[in-house]
């Protein structure tokens, strides 16, 4: 284990420019992918790692919740980020939905999805189906 650092110029001004926090949405999940690819294509000083590191368990920290079955995400907001993670645009699963205005209107966030179209993202994505469902309260 590497002791502490003490805070230097370089990392403060990481931190004030993207201060670390708990990632709770797409806008900042994509920030901090965002940061992580600036800070990855140039040689990284130790603070530059150290920084790296901390935004990395935030960003896996999120993407492990938005994936877990009980999820408070909008479900239309998990395939987004999964569409993104995946290089896909929405084109790419009609098919898999079966019509490109129920697959509009899900993403929008104003339809549900089938459970037989919710099996079929779950087998592409890999991913359990009931992520895409609404949650039955009770």
């Known amino acids: ?3 502490a650092l003490k805070a230097t110029g370089r990392y403060l001004r990481l931190v004030s420019n993207w201060p670390p926090r708990p990632i709770r949405d797409r806008k900042a999940h994509q920030a901090a992918l965002k940061v992580l690819e600036q800070l990855a294509s140039s040689d990284m000083s130790a603070e530059e790692l150290d920084y ?3 935004v990395s368990i935030l960003v896996e ?3 492990r919740k938005i994936l877990e079955p009980d999820s408070q995400a909008e479900k239309h907001e998990i395939l987004l980020f999964l569409m993104e993670e995946n290089g896909l645009r929405q084109a790419d699963l009609v098919s898999i939905v079966g019509s490109r205005s129920h697959l509009s209107e899900f993403l929008g966030g104003k339809r549900n999805l089938s459970k037989s179209a919710a099996a079929r993202l779950g ?3 890999k ?3 009931e992520i895409f469902l609404p949650r039955i309260s009770g």
Do not use: A, C, I, L
């Open 123 to 125: 087998e592409r994505f």
């Open 1 to 3: 284990m590497r002791p």
């Open 127 to 129: 991913v359990r189906p």
């Open 52 to 54: 790296f590191e901390v």
């Open 61 to 63: 920290s999120y993407e």
